[in-house]
């Protein structure tokens, strides 16, 4: 194996609800979800039966071959969910597959239609839309896109919407508006007949630290892409499935996507399976040319989907998005709180249970040296203590680094008070660190 980066990490041995054990005999709390994926936490039974019974039935047919059940049932669960028209769904099995598929299906639209020129789509920096060479030319991350630039053609960016350094003398709202008028900016520079669309997470995930944008932003975005007849792919692949406290992070702002990509919660750490929900006027089309030219062989297997529809129903039942709106608002209430103790954190911000702490001089935002690995280093405290928090480090020393805190749907009051309690030791214990030097 070679995929770990740093040093050893204990075996995970066993895990249930809201923890992990590993083979030290520790218990650590789980307040990442894993990747931000185990919406549902660990071992839920719900799933543990719905993985049995579909494991008995049937484990795989091939979509060339067979429609299966599952597959269908998904498909319309995740319809009922989204807006009205969003009512096509092509499976894939992870994020990066899903935002590399609404950039096909969207390209091999506009080929069909006879937009040829239509190549070029306008995404966000900082952003992360996943780590294979289509997506990499939309992610807004240089460290990741560094070694591959020559094999890739990268995109053209705009500013994602921070609400926390803006530039002196401006308000939230207007450099809101800034950001989203630069959308315009590079239509017209790349010219609209080039451009094929626009896409953008609707709340950052660890790429800004769960930046929230301002409520003019989006509105004025779609405003600008609908006179220019660009798509709005929503990359939904950390936001959706009730992570912030709504069923789809573009329900905060009604947002008319042309796609969306669905992954990790879908899923929820239990099988990888994932989606794009697009408008059938992009879908129509490509259809009828023959069909679209793309899919993968795990994609809408049964098992899979069976694992989704699970997912998909528990949360209703259980009411988690509707938890995890209120768990996450008492929490960054009481983040923030705690954050006024120390001088070192500069802004806590979220929505619902994606939540971020970012690190920089409270007084003048100024982040700390990339050698600190701040971000990184206040995990590794936090882990000791049995945390499980998601770094991030910026490494172009423009941002501050950050830690994502982004626990399971089904997180009680309870836990959340322990949470709580683990991140005030946490802090008290990388302020000693940090006053040293
Ligand atoms: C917003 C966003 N898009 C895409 C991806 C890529 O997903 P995956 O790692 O499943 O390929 C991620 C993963 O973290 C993500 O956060």
């Not at 597959?97 to 299906?105: Q, Y």
């Not at 959706?240 to 789809?248: E, H, N, P, Q, S």
């Not at 997912?311 to 608002?329: C, H, P």
């Amino acid at each position: 194996m070679f995929y770990l980066s740093g040093g050893r990490k204990p075996i995970a041995k066993s895990a249930k609800g809201i923890y992990i054990t590993a083979d030290n005999g520790k218990s650590y709390m789980d307040a990442a979800s894993g990747a931000i994926v185990c919406q549902l936490g660990h071992s839920h039974p719900k799933i543990i039966d719905a993985i049995k019974d579909q494991v008995s039935e049937l484990q795989f047919s091939y979509r060339t071959q067979f429609e299966n059940q599952p597959a269908n049932d998904l498909a319309n669960m995740i319809v009922e969910k989204t807006n009205p028209e969003l009512d096509r769904v092509f499976f894939v099995s992870g994020g990066s597959e899903a935002v590399e598929s609404a950039m096909k299906l969207i390209r091999q639209y506009h080929f069909v239609n006879g937009d040829e020129t239509r190549s070029v789509f306008i995404s966000r920096v900082p952003s992360y839309h996943g780590c294979t060479m289509g997506v990499l030319a939309l992610t807004g991350y240089e460290p990741l896109n560094r070694p591959f630039v020559p094999m890739i053609k990268l995109y053209p960016k705009v500013k994602s919407p921070t609400q926390y350094r803006i530039p002196a003398g401006m308000t939230q709202e207007e450099y809101a508006l800034v950001c989203a008028n630069e959308v315009e900016t590079v239509i017209l520079e790349t010219g609209a007949e080039n451009v094929a669309g626009f896409v953008a997470e609707p709340i950052g995930g660890a790429s800004t630290g769960a930046e929230v944008p301002h409520d003019v932003y989006f509105p004025r975005v779609q405003e600008i892409c609908k006179r220019y007849n660009v798509p709005i792919i929503l990359d939904e692949v950390m936001t959706g499935v009730g992570r912030t406290g709504k069923m789809f992070g573009y329900n905060h702002w009604n947002i008319d996507a042309d796609v969306i990509c669905l992954a990790k919660g879908l899923g929820a750490g239990y099988y990888p399976v994932a989606a794009i929900v697009a408008k059938d006027k992009f879908v129509r089309p490509v259809m009828k040319s023959g069909g679209f030219m793309h899919g993968f062989t795990y994609a809408g297997n049964p098992f899979g989907c069976a694992v989704g529809c699970a997912v998909l129903k528990t949360i209703d039942e259980e009411d988690l998005v509707e938890n995890s709106r209120i768990q996450g608002k008492y929490l960054i209430a009481e983040i923030k709180t705690l954050a006024e103790n120390y001088d070192w954190i500069g802004d806590v911000r979220g929505r619902g249970l994606l939540m971020a702490i970012e690190y920089a001089n409270k007084k003048t935002k100024k982040p700390f040296p990339d050698e600190w690995q701040i971000g990184e280093a206040v995990a590794q405290v936090a882990y000791e203590l049995g945390l499980i928090i998601y770094p991030k480090n910026s490494h172009d020393s423009s941002t501050g680094d950050h830690t994502l805190v982004t626990p399971p749907l089904i997180i009680t009051r309870e836990e959340s008070d322990k949470l709580l309690d683990l991140l005030t030791q946490t802090f008290e214990s990388y302020d000693k660190v940090i006053k040293n030097k």
